[in-house]
């Protein structure tokens, strides 16, 4: 099992900045890889980045936020963050950590942080 914890969401006006943080606890071993899905009301879980948990550094961005937000890990702390920078009101949503692990099918999930970019 891994427990996954986000942080750092809030409210923000258009053209600011936050950073996201995910600490994972438990059998963080078995990690593959972490990302970031954001759901907006009314709308489906979509992944916005992901980075292998350890062995490299091939970034996934979706196309609305690249250029905009880079993900990054500290394995030391066991946490990968979410830097967004340039928001829109178009990126509320509430963010969900994920965990892909070797091994399983099922994947694990953070409780979710809401982000709200006002106009």
């Known amino acids: 099992q891994v427990q996954l914890v986000e942080s750092g969401g809030g409210l923000v006006q258009a053209g600011g900045s936050l950073r996201l943080s995910c600490a994972a606890s438990g059998r963080t071993f078995s990690i593959r890889a972490m990302g970031w899905f954001r759901q907006a009301p009314g709308k489906e879980r979509d992944i916005v980045a992901r980075i292998p948990w350890s062995g490299g550094d091939t970034t996934y961005y979706a196309d609305s936020v690249k250029g905009r937000f880079t993900i990054s890990r500290d394995n030391a702390k066991n946490t990968v963050y979410l830097q967004m920078n340039s928001l829109k009101p178009e990126d509320t949503a509430v963010y969900y950590c994920?965990?892909?692990?070797?091994?399983?099918?099922?994947?694990?999930w953070g409780q979710g942080t809401q982000v709200s970019v006002s106009s």
């Open positions: 994920n965990a892909m692990h070797y091994g399983l099918s099922e994947d694990s």
